[in-house]
Structure formats: C-alpha cells, structure tokens
C-alpha cells in the first residue's frame, strides 16, 4: 500500500505540478527518464526554451508564472540551418514533448518530440540529424559506458548516416567545379604560386610606371632641346 501511495504521488507531481525552473524537477524524474509536456518559448545556441504545461492542468498552467526551462537536444550539436528549421517548425508556441536524459546546473538535456497527426509523434534531434541540419555529439550528463548512453548515440549515429548516404544538408556534395575550386583553394602550392604571381604582378606594375616615367622624361628631354635650336 505505502509503495502504491508513493506511485500515486509521484504521477500526480509529474501530471499537476508546474515546474519553473530545471532545479525544481525530482531528480528521479531524470533518473527515470519521465517523459514532460511543454511550449516552446525561444530557440537558442543548442536548443529551447520550453514553458512546462502539467498535462492535467493546461489551463491553469498557462495563468501561472512563466519561467521557461532551459532544454539542449542531447546528443545533437546543431547548425546555423537546424536553428533555422526549428525556428520555422516550433514557433510560434509550439507545443513539445521532452524526454528527460540528463540535467547539469541549470540545463537539462532531452529528446524532444512532437505530435505528428492524432496517434504518432516524431523525434526531432533525430529529425534534425535525417536531414542534415546537426552533427552527433557526446550526450552530456551520462557516463558513456551506460547502457542508455549507447542505445541514444546508436539510434540518433543511425539518423545522422541517412543524412551522410542521401547527401542532405551539411552532408550535400559540392558540384565538380566547386570540388576543383575548393581544392585549389586549400592546397599549399597553388597558395604559393598564387602569391608569387601576385607579387610577380605588382613588380611589373612598377616598371611600367617607372618606363612610363622614363618616356615622359625623354619627351620633355627633346621638346627642350628643340625649343633651344629654334631660340638659337
């Protein structure tokens, strides 16, 4: 019976209570990996900003104080374009389901999903790494010898090499030309054969000013000459 009123209470803290701050969540929730209802605020440098919704309270919830918690995608390093596809996907106040990893300070790490349609959801650090828009990345807060660590750096490594075979995103190829000018652009000695001719160039400007000077210089040089026979 005791066991029972601790599951109860435990389920009525995870369904009623708003949390403010990632401090205030029981550290057995990130321990079990409690699964959180929320609105996306903001998109920042490595992820959200989510305003947590109690699921049994969404109305009330919304009239409380506002601290939105501050959520990085776990095992996702992200992209200037992945930051843009979130802010196009998940704003304004789109609604998020966040699976608790990890927490460090005052950040806690999740795999963020969202409803697609009535019954399915989707992941969307693994969304992010289909496409070509993240890099994997360690998963902070677990010891890489854990089981789970392995089974989410498995699952989102397998999302990320769709992306690298179907050549999406940061994976896409360059065409041939842009291959040829890229290498050019990073091999040594066509660097040093560039600034050779540059310098070779710039030498031949200023004998050409010189020879220019020098022309001018014989110019005069006989207009005088001339000038002094017809005086004479």
């Known amino acids: 019976i005791a066991v029972a009123g601790v599951i ?14 990632v401090s205030q969540i029981p550290l057995h929730f990130v321990e079990r990996n409690v699964t959180l209802y929320g609105k ?12 947590h919704v109690p699921v049994y309270l969404p109305v009330i919830s919304s009239l409380l104080h506002k601290n ?5 995608l776990a095992g996702v390093e992200l ?23 990890s927490r460090e300070d005052d950040i806690i790490y999740c795999l963020v999903s969202q409803n697609k349609g009535v ?12 496409q070509g828009l993240a890099r994997t990345a360690p998963i902070t807060g677990l010891l890489p010898d854990s089981w789970l660590y392995w089974q989410l750096h498995r699952r989102l490594h397998r999302a990320e090499v769709k992306a690298e075979r179907k050549n999406r995103g940061l994976w896409k190829e360059d065409g041939f030309w842009e291959r040829v000018k890229k290498a050019l652009r ?9 600034w050779g001719w540059m310098i070779v ?6 004998f050409i000013v010189i020879l220019n ?13 001339l000038l002094s026979i017809l005086i004479s």
Do not use: D
């Open 8 to 21: 109860i209470i435990a389920r009525s803290i995870k369904l009623v209570t708003k949390f403010h701050s």
């Open 40 to 51: 996306v605020r903001s998109v920042t440098e490595t992820g959200l900003t989510v305003e």
């Open 68 to 72: 939105p918690l501050q959520v990085h």
């Open 79 to 101: 992209t200037p374009e992945g930051r843009q596809w979130l802010q196009e996907n998940l704003l304004p106040a789109k609604m998020v389901w966040i699976k608790l990893i």
């Open 119 to 130: 019954v399915w959801t989707y992941c969307i650090n693994e969304e992010l790494l289909r």
């Open 186 to 194: 990073e091999n040594k000695i066509f660097i040093g054969l560039t």
């Open 201 to 206: 160039k710039k030498l031949l400007q200023y």
């Open 213 to 225: 000077s020098h022309n001018v210089y014989l110019i005069l040089l006989k207009q005088t000459h």
